[in-house]
């Protein structure tokens, strides 16, 4: 009998000591594939914002590698990349965003990031695929002599929208 009163007493100091363990040191729940590439956009916009052009590009290539379907890490990579003035790169990110399904590709080429290759045959073949008009108002301005600068209004006509651009200010269209 007294062994059996042992027994029971160990097992109720058992199930005490049990109930008062620590729970186990709970980590920090992984990130989704969401919120990492929008952590990755998030810096590359604030590497974009400071200028920090190359640093830019390679945050974005990175984020593209982790998460290839995204458009807008590939609209982001293409504009540090147009910045930096590589016309081949920024135009294969540009293409890859649009297969990704980027919502206004048009649109898109219009970003003052592109300024430097806009004139690049590599960016106006590009252009040319998704809007022949687009491209013969490009030509038609360089055979005139004239071009968009910065303080410039330009207004483009796409499939039935109108778009006027000053600087960075865009309005109708897909905004």
Not at 20 to 40: C, F, G, I, R
Not at 75 to 99: D, F, I, R
Not at 138 to 153: L, P
């Amino acid at each position: 009998m007294r062994a059996w009163s042992l027994l029971l007493a160990a097992a109720a100091v058992a199930a005490i000591s049990g109930c008062h363990q620590k729970p186990a040191a709970q980590s920090q729940p992984p990130l989704t594939q969401a919120s990492a590439s929008a952590n990755a956009a998030t810096a590359i916009r604030q590497q974009l914002v400071e200028r920090n052009y190359g640093q830019a590009a390679q945050l974005a290539a990175t984020a593209v590698a982790s998460d290839p379907n995204n458009p807008e890490l590939h609209y982001l990579h293409a504009q540090a990349e147009g910045y930096l003035g590589n016309a081949g790169n920024a135009v294969a990110a540009l293409q890859k965003a649009v297969v990704a399904g980027l919502a206004d590709p048009l649109g898109a080429f219009s970003n003052p990031a592109f300024d430097s290759i806009r004139d690049d045959g590599v960016f106006q073949e590009a252009l040319g695929r998704l809007s022949p008009s687009a491209v013969s108002v490009t030509q038609a301005r360089k055979h005139d002599g004239s071009s968009t600068r910065a303080g410039d209004v330009e207004i483009r006509e796409s499939g039935g929208r109108e778009t006027v651009r000053a600087g960075d200010v865009q309005l109708g269209g897909d905004q």
